[in-house]
């Protein structure tokens, strides 16, 4: 009961403040809070389908909303695998990058976690060399002379 009100939204304990009995009071929120899953769940299947991995400027962003849409399927019961997340990131790959998309998967990643850190470190891999690029770009320095001396 203890760890209960003290984790209790402010609002709401206002409202459950009289009831003694830790049963009562989970029936109670569970009560208030079941329908919850019938309002989630469309929309977190609505997204999952919707979630493709091009659409994030960067895999930070990629990665932060797709472990939001599956926490939220996860709260109403369904079950995403690792094999999930993995075809998910593959299938949504940009059309111009089915070469590297073939690459990560015969690398034969089997945790969703090492993929995202494979792709993390090329991302920053390539904004060093852009970076490197626009600094002096390819042309900016006049070839050596060979027979200078």
Known sequence: LIFLRHHIDDGLKYEYLTIENPLELWQNLN???EHLKTVVLPKAL???SQLRFQDFKTVSEYNFT???IVSQLKMCGEVITEDML?????QTFHASNVLLQQQYRLHGFK???ELI???LIAEQINELLLQ???????GSTPLPEVNVT
Do not use: A, I, Q, V
């Open 117 to 119: 850190g494979s792709l």
């Open 31 to 33: 009560n208030r809070f």
């Open 111 to 113: 945790k969703y976690r």
């Open 46 to 48: 609505n997204d999952w």
């Open 66 to 68: 797709l472990f939001k």
């Open 86 to 90: 993995l075809e998910k990131t593959y």
């Open 132 to 138: 490197n690029h626009e600094s002096r770009p390819t």
